[in-house]
C-alpha cells in the first residue's frame, strides 16, 4: 500500500517535470515550427506549382517540371557538378592544411597552444564578407599579386573572376572551421596509446597512420561536414569573386528569385541542394561510425 | 615534444604552421594598410590618409546601413539568447513526449545551407503577408523587421547549441542539492544554473551576435527598400567594383569583429582557468552537430 503510494508521487512529480520540460521548450518550439519548418514545407509546395503567362507564381496545376527541369538541361547539372566539385576540392585542400597545422597547436606547450588558437579565432570571428572582399582586391589585375608577379619580371596575375579565384576564396572562408573541429580531436587524444605502438616497434608514418589517425576521425569528419556544407551553397564568394561564365549553385538559385523570377525551379533547386547536404552529413555519419 | 616525432618532421610542421599563419593574415593586413591609402585607385600606393573614413561618416546610405545592421543585430541577439538558452535547458535537462522532434527542429537551422533559408523566409513573408492582406486589408512589406524575424529563426539555434554543451559540463546534482536546501526552482535557476551556464549563455550571444553582422544572404532576400544592413549594401558595392571606401567600411566591419573577439576572451578569461578550453568552444559545439 505504501509503496504503491510512493510510486504515486513519484509518477506525478515526473508528469509535472516533463511538463515544466515541455514549457521552458515551448517558445522556442512555437518559433521554429512558424519560422522554420512552415516555411520548409511552404518551399516544398511551391516547388511543384507553375508559373503565370507573367512569370508569377500559381498554385495550382501541381507538376513535377521543375525537378524534370533540374535533371534534364545539361546546364543545370553541368552547375551541380560544378558546384560538388570545388566543395569536395575545398574540403581536401583545407583538410590537407589544416590536418597537420591543428596537429602542430595541439602538440604545442599550453601557454604557446592558447596563442595559436586565438590567432586561429580572430579570422573564424572576423566578418566573412570583408575577408573575401579581400581576396578580391588582392587578385585584382593590378592587385598585389600581380604587382609583385610583374615586378618580377612575370605576367599580370589574371585569377580573379576564374575558378581558381573561387576555390582560393572558398578555402580562405572555411579553413578555420576545419582547424578548430581537428584541434579539438588530436588534443584530448590518448598520446600513451601512441606511445605503445611506438614500444611496438611501429615507426612514426605506421603509429600515425595505425593510432593517432583512427583516434583523431571524429575531428576529420567534423570538418569536412563543416567545411563542405558551405561550400556546395556558397552565395558570396562566386559572386564576388567567380566570373559570369562559373556559375554555381548558391548563385544560381538566387537569380532564379531576385533576377529570372521563376519561384517553382528556384525551389525545387533550394530542395535538391538542402537534400545533397543531408545525404553528405549522413554519409560522413556512416564512414566516422565506422572508423569509431 | 615526443608527440611531434623527429625533429625534421616538428619542422616541416612549424614551417606549415607559419605558412597558414601568413595566408590567413597578410589579405586582411593588406586590406587595412590600403584602406589608409589617399588614392583613389585602390592598388597603388600614394600617401596615408584618413580620406575614405572621413567619407564613410558623411556617406548617408552607409550610415543608415550601419544603423539598421545594429539594431537588427541588437535586437534578434537578445530575444535569440533567451528563447535559445531556455530551449538548451529544456533539451538537456528534461524528458517529455516531442522533445525527439525539437531536438531535430533545432539543429536543422544549422545544417540548412544558407541559400535555403533564404528562399524559404523570402516564400514565407510573401505568402503571410498576402493571407494577411486578403483576410484583414493590413497590407504589410519586409522591412527591418523581417530581418529581425529571420535572424532570430537562424540565430536560436546557434545558441541552443552552445548553452547545451555548457549545461552537459556541469553536474546535476549541484541543482539538486540547491533543491535538498530548499531553495525554490526559481532560487535554484538564478543561484546555481545560471552563474554556471553564464560562460555558454554568453558565448551563444557572441555567437548569434556575429552570426546576424555577418548574414548578407538571408537578409538580402527579406529586406525590403530602405531597410538594407550593412553587409548587404557594402555586398552590393563590391558587386560593382572595389572603391578605397569599402575598404575603409571593410576595416571598420573588422573592427567590430575584433571588439567582440576581445569580449569573448576577456569574458572566458574571467570565467575558467584554462582559456584554452573555452576558445575550442565553438568546436565542441560542431562535434555536437554531427
Not at chain 1, 10 to 23: D, L, M, N
Not at chain 2, 94 to 122: E, H, K, S
Not at chain 2, 162 to 183: G, S
Request: net charge positive; charged share 15%.
Amino acid at each position: 500500500m505504501e509503496a504503491s503510494v510512493t510510486l504515486d508521487l513519484e509518477q506525478a512529480a515526473t508528469k509535472a517535470e516533463s511538463k515544466r520540460g515541455f514549457r521552458i521548450g515551448l517558445p522556442a518550439y512555437v518559433y521554429l515550427v512558424l519560422f522554420f519548418a512552415f516555411p520548409l514545407v511552404l518551399v516544398l509546395v511551391y516547388s511543384f506549382a507553375s508559373r503565370s503567362a507573367t512569370g508569377l507564381t500559381v498554385l495550382r496545376n501541381w507538376n513535377v517540371d521543375s525537378y524534370e527541369r533540374i535533371f534534364t538541361t545539361p546546364l543545370v547539372l553541368e552547375i551541380f557538378g560544378r558546384s560538388v566539385l570545388i566543395a569536395l576540392a575545398t574540403t581536401a585542400i583545407c583538410l590537407l592544411v589544416s590536418y597537420p597545422f591543428a596537429y602542430y597547436i595541439a602538440t604545442s606547450s599550453p601557454r604557446v597552444r592558447n596563442i595559436l588558437l586565438v590567432l586561429v579565432m580572430i579570422p573564424f570571428w572576423s566578418n566573412f564578407l570583408v575577408r573575401t572582399y579581400a581576396w578580391r582586391v588582392l587578385l585584382g589585375s593590378d592587385g598585389v599579386i600581380s604587382q609583385i608577379s610583374q615586378a618580377l619580371g612575370g605576367e599580370p596575375v589574371r585569377v580573379l573572376f576564374t575558378i581558381s579565384a573561387v576555390l582560393i576564396g572558398l578555402v580562405y572562408g572555411f579553413l578555420p572551421f576545419m582547424v578548430l573541429p581537428l584541434y579539438a580531436a588530436i588534443e584530448r587524444l590518448d598520446w600513451d596509446l601512441v606511445e605503445a605502438a611506438r614500444d611496438l616497434y611501429a615507426n612514426g608514418w605506421t603509429a600515425f597512420r595505425r593510432v593517432t589517425l583512427p583516434l583523431s576521425m571524429p575531428g576529420v569528419v567534423a570538418g569536412s561536414i563543416l567545411v563542405f556544407i558551405p561550400s556546395v551553397g556558397a552565395y558570396v564568394t562566386p559572386a564576388i569573386l567567380g566570373g559570369a561564365r562559373t556559375v554555381f549553385l548558391g548563385d544560381y538559385i538566387v537569380s532564379q528569385f531576385l533576377a529570372a523570377r521563376n519561384w517553382p525551379f528556384g525551389s525545387a533547386l533550394s530542395f535538391v541542394i538542402m537534400f545533397v547536404m543531408l545525404l553528405a552529413t549522413m554519409f560522413y555519419f556512416r564512414v566516422g561510425a565506422k572508423t569509431l | 615534444m615526443s608527440a611531434r616525432g623527429s625533429s625534421r618532421v616538428g619542422k616541416i610542421l612549424g614551417f606549415n604552421a607559419v605558412l597558414v599563419y601568413i595566408f590567413l593574415y597578410a589579405p586582411i593586413a593588406l586590406l587595412v594598410v590600403f584602406s589608409f591609402n589617399d588614392n583613389r585607385n585602390v592598388a597603388i600606393w600614394t600617401e596615408p590618409s584618413l580620406r575614405w573614413y572621413g567619407q564613410i561618416l558623411q556617406d548617408a546610405a552607409v550610415m543608415n546601413a550601419l544603423r539598421n545592421s545594429l539594431v537588427v543585430a541588437l535586437i534578434s541577439t537578445i530575444v535569440s539568447t533567451v528563447v535559445g538558452t531556455m530551449l538548451a535547458i529544456s533539451l538537456e535537462r528534461f524528458r517529455y513526449r516531442g522533445r525527439g522532434v525539437l531536438d531535430g527542429l533545432a539543429y536543422l537551422p544549422i545544417i540548412i545551407p544558407d541559400v535555403t533559408m533564404a528562399v524559404m523566409l523570402l516564400i514565407f513573408f510573401f505568402q503571410a503577408f498576402g493571407l494577411l492582406d486578403s483576410l484583414t486589408g493590413i497590407s504589410l512589406t519586409n522591412g527591418l523587421h523581417t530581418i529581425i524575424l529571420a535572424h532570430i529563426a537562424f540565430n536560436i539555434s546557434f545558441v541552443a547549441v552552445v548553452v547545451r554543451a555548457r549545461i552537459a559540463q556541469f553536474d546535476k546534482a549541484l541543482e539538486e542539492v540547491a533543491a535538498d536546501l530548499y531553495a525554490t526552482r526559481w532560487q535554484t535557476f538564478w543561484k546555481v544554473t545560471f552563474p554556471l551556464i553564464l560562460p555558454g549563455v554568453a558565448g551563444g550571444a557572441l555567437l548569434a551576435l556575429t552570426l546576424s553582422l555577418d548574414d548578407v544572404v538571408v537578409t538580402q532576400f527579406v529586406s525590403g527598400a530602405g531597410s538594407t544592413t550593412l553587409p548587404v549594401y557594402v555586398f552590393g558595392l563590391v558587386r560593382r567594383g572595389v572603391t578605397p571606401l569599402i575598404n575603409a567600411v571593410s576595416v571598420v566591419m573588422l573592427l567590430a569583429s575584433m571588439i567582440l573577439i576581445a569580449l569573448s576572451l576577456g569574458l572566458q578569461r574571467g570565467r575558467s582557468g584554462r582559456a584554452a578550453d573555452e576558445v575550442v568552444e565553438p568546436a565542441s559545439m560542431f562535434e555536437r552537430v554531427t
